[in-house]
């Protein structure tokens, strides 16, 4: 029977229908196919089936259809599901031409098709579709066109220039139609994209052509309109391109259409340079526009048809709603909103970035913690408990092949077990067993003594050796907490930098720009970022610096205005053409560090067991530090020159001193076996209000000279790597401009061996230079206790350094408005 329905057994005994009519498969794939689109989709959907349509309808120079087989390429690459849609929107729009371009159309979209599906199969990893898109547009219309009017050359011609636009329009949708349909949180648009989205648009209102409402053209009512969004949106530059390349399709689309490429492209023009008018600029640019070329123009319109076309462009474009207008300005390069979106990424960016370093700032305390919390030994553990399992340890190797074991351990418990802990501590107090009273209670007691004897001092060598290789294994965590705890206070201190709000300074950036004016430097712009005291931020943008007015005029009226020395921290210029000029201002440092260093080695030799050094530390800090290696030559230097650049290299991460100078120390205890120590001497100086930390491990005193007065400052820790677990003394001075602070080693100190007060000689010494030069007093200290001192006995090292007030180079310039508002406001 024709209808009927035949069955087939599956292994779970169920049946599968499958219909006898030839025909009905290929109904049901073509409803599935016919599908309703989904609400959610269905918005799209709408406008794929629109643009398809137009699309269709668009021909250009009389008899071209270029448009439909490249929208349906791009849409069956980029969106497979709403090809089917777009297919039948071009048959649609190209039925309502003439059946001849719906014909060519059909034929044309579904060669395509298949030759699509060829080369898929033949090659599925090539991207061949701007090619399949020439060859199918190309064989179409030579085959129509032959058909119609014979084989020949002008054919061959037509049917190449068809292909050779198509194979543009390709590339040119697939670079704007995904832009146009993909919503993404951050897209900035290039000018060639720009340009691409420009073209989609002036190719689908290519479609409108021959429409007509109330005798008006709807296609120039389109084009002016996109011509009035994207100057009012873009400026001149992008209103005047969008001109030309919508005139440009508009007058592919018929030739009579040349003239307005010129309208276009003047009204776009003059509407990008009155856009400070807002909405009415840019609409009084195109009427000017349109004016002038109606009326000295050379076109087929009538003036007041023009002017028509003109006045339904600017209502519709004064009634569309400004928060399109700002969606679309916000993906144009060179606009506020696009600013305020690239502020709003930059600002996601660096939330996104101060969390997870908060993670790890969090990671690593809680690493820091975990491995600080088995420094200690572990409470509870009872001395009594540690001698059993020591006595069990012995027992096991000596009385459990004995046969009086019963004996000692039943019978005579208390008294074998007392023998036992006696003689464990004898051993372990003298290394073995002196005490003759305990010898002959052990060798009355027990019959294997000298094995016992035995027995108990190699456990007891084995005991040592744990309890040096726990003590080192607590040293390891130690250093591994110290260090991940310095290291999470520097993530956490970096997230709150990245943190830090930009605060709005909009009162003192116009004092600024006034005050500036009056001085007759022109600023195109101020940016406060921060008037922190000693941290102030400000940046602008100056017309020409060609006589260095940033250093010579407005950092000293900056200094004047808030109270504090600020200088030009860097410049650069602010665009390739003109003299304008970026100018980056900062706080100054408050004082400035000179120093000067003299060293030798023992007995005049080249390599000295001492190392030094002088470093500008982030944050406004200035470090000055010196190391003594134990003993001489290169195994000392060695030792010394670790300390300082371990040093070096710690603190310029922004890790704290103490915490520095800690895993110093427990670096260089754990890497040798051997008795290798060094000192270090470590200044700290605040190059703001000049206080100084002075944190000494092993080292000898430090000299502070005030006038004619010298103290001597001192503290009295271990060098470094001699106990596991340093403890730092930090000592606080408070500096002043002239000071001068003299550091040295101990061959300096202890040089003059017939000296017998040290610290009072070398304070005369210090007192007695006429010189304030660091240099010269670390030459002339360094001569006087070689000569007092007969010789060079031992590494000598002494480094000087002087603080002064920093004096910036030009006098600060009294401004003319009230600074207390300033002031005020700033605070």
């Known amino acids: 029977m024709l209808g009927r329905l035949t069955y087939r057994a599956t292994s779970q005994t169920s049946a599968i229908p499958i219909p006898a009519k030839p025909f009905s498969r290929l109904s049901k794939r073509l409803?599935?196919?016919?599908?309703?689109?989904?609400?959610?989709?269905a918005k799209r959907t709408f406008w794929i089936i629109l643009i398809g349509f137009l699309l269709g309808r668009a021909v250009i120079l009389m008899h071209l259809l270029p448009f439909a087989v490249p929208f349906l390429a791009v849409m069956l690459h980029w969106q497979k599901s709403k090809a089917k849609w777009a297919l039948l929107a071009i048959w649609a729009g190209a039925a309502t031409i003439?059946?001849?371009?719906?014909?060519?159309?059909?034929?044309?979209?579904?060669?395509?098709?298949?030759?699509?599906?060829?080369?898929?199969?033949?090659?599925?990893?090539s991207n061949m579709i701007p090619m399949t898109v020439f060859i199918t547009v190309a064989a179409v219309r030579f085959s129509v066109i032959s058909v119609?009017?014979?084989?020949?050359?002008?054919?061959?011609?037509?049917?190449?220039?068809?292909?050779?636009?198509?194979?543009?329009?390709?590339?040119?949708?697939?670079q704007s139609i995904p832009i146009l349909f993909e919503r993404k949180n951050k897209m900035s648009l290039r000018h060639e994209e720009v340009v691409s989205i420009v073209i989609f648009l002036a190719s689908v209102m290519t479609g409108t052509v021959g429409w007509l409402l109330y005798n008006l053209s709807v296609e120039f009512i389109i084009a002016r309109y996109l011509v009035l969004v994207f100057a009012f949106v873009g400026g001149a530059a992008i209103g005047s391109t969008v001109g030309v390349v919508v005139g440009l399709i508009l007058s592919l689309a018929n030739v009579a259409n040349l003239f307005h490429m010129s309208l276009l492209a003047f009204s776009g023009l003059l509407g990008g340079l009155l856009k400070e008018g807002k909405k009415i600029g840019v609409c009084l640019g195109l009427l000017i526009g349109t004016g002038l070329m109606g009326m000295y123009g050379d076109n087929q319109t009538a003036l007041s048809v023009s002017m028509m076309e003109t006045g339904v462009a600017i209502a519709i474009f004064l009634l569309t709603p400004k928060k399109w207008i700002e969606h679309l300005a916000r993906y144009i390069p060179g606009t506020a909103e696009h600013a305020v979106e690239q502020q709003q990424y930059l600002r996601k960016i660096r939330d996104l970035t101060a969390g997870k370093v908060e993670q790890f700032s969090r990671l690593f305390y809680t690493l820091s913690n975990s491995f600080s919390d088995v420094n200690e030994e572990a409470p509870g553990k009872e001395p009594g408990r540690d001698v059993d399992l020591f006595l069990s340890k012995i027992t096991e190797k000596t009385c459990q092949t004995c046969m009086k074991k019963h004996q000692c351990w039943t019978r005579k418990f208390s008294e074998t077990y007392n023998i036992m802990e006696r003689t464990m501590q004898e051993i372990e107090d003298n290394k073995d067993v002196y005490d003759r009273r305990l010898m002959s209670d052990l060798h009355a007691h027990c019959i294997k003594h000298d094995k016992v004897i035995r027995a108990v001092k190699d456990e007891i060598g084995q005991i040592h050796a744990n309890k040096q290789l726990r003590k080192q294994i607590m040293e390891s965590r130690r250093l591994v907490a110290d260090q991940l705890r310095g290291v999470s206070k520097v993530m956490e201190d970096f997230a709150k930098d990245i943190q830090r709000e930009q605060k709005t300074h909009e009162l003192q950036?116009?004092?600024?720009?006034?005050?500036?004016?009056?001085?007759?430097?022109?600023?195109?712009?101020?940016?406060?970022?921060?008037?922190?005291n000693g941290?102030?931020?400000?940046?602008?943008?100056?017309?020409?610096n060609e006589y260095n007015e940033g250093e010579k005029v407005i950092a000293p009226l900056l200094s004047h205005i808030l109270k504090e020395t600020i200088v030009v921290k860097h410049t650069e210029k602010a665009s390739l053409a003109g003299g304008a000029e970026r100018l980056v201002f900062g706080s100054a440092k408050q004082y400035v560090v000179s120093t000067g260093a003299s060293q030798t080695a023992k007995g005049g030799k080249w390599i000295s067991g001492d190392s030094y050094s002088t470093m500008e530390l982030g944050a406004g800090k200035y470090a000055l530090a010196i190391s003594d290696g134990m003993g001489n030559g290169k195994r000392a230097h060695l030792e010394s020159n670790d300390t300082i650049e371990l040093l070096k290299n710690i603190l310029r991460s922004g890790i704290e001193e103490t915490v520095a100078i800690k895993s110093i120390n427990s670096v260089l205890a754990l890497r040798s076996e051997e008795e290798m120590f060094s000192t270090l001497d470590l200044v700290m100086i605040d190059m703001q209000d000049a206080s100084a930390k002075f944190l000494k491990v092993g080292s000898i005193p430090s000299f502070l000279k005030r006038g004619r007065q010298v103290k001597m400052i001192e503290s009295g820790n271990l060098p470094i790597g001699m106990i596991t677990d340093v403890e730092v003394d930090v000592v606080n001075e408070q500096l002043k401009s002239g000071d001068l602070l003299i550091m040295m080693s101990d061959g300096i100190f202890d040089g003059p061996a017939n000296i017998e007060n040290r610290e009072v000689w070398m304070k005369r010494v210090i007192n007695e230079m006429k010189t304030n030069d660091p240099q010269e007093v670390a030459d002339l200290l360094m001569e006087r206790v070689i000569r007092e001192g007969g010789g060079i006995h031992d590494d000598m090292t002494v480094v000087v350094a002087r603080i002064d007030h920093h004096l910036p180079k030009w006098a600060t310039i009294p401004v003319a408005f009230e600074e207390k508002a300033f002031a005020k406001s700033s605070g």
């Not at 119609?148 to 697939?174: C, K, R």
């Not at 600024?512 to 008037?531: C, D």
């Open 98 to 125: 003439s059946v001849s371009f719906a014909a060519y159309a059909v034929g044309a979209t579904i060669a395509y098709l298949i030759l699509h599906r060829i080369i898929t199969v033949l090659r599925p990893q």
């Open 31 to 41: 409803v599935a196919w016919l599908e309703k689109p989904s609400v959610k989709d």
């Open 535 to 544: 941290n102030v931020d400000i940046e602008m943008i100056i017309s020409h």
């Open 509 to 532: 950036e116009d004092q600024i720009s006034e005050s500036l004016l009056k001085a007759g430097i022109p600023v195109e712009q101020v940016e406060v970022y921060s008037l922190d």
């Open 148 to 174: 119609q009017e014979g084989i020949s050359s002008y054919g061959a011609m037509i049917a190449g220039v068809e292909a050779g636009l198509a194979l543009v329009v390709t590339l040119i949708f697939f």
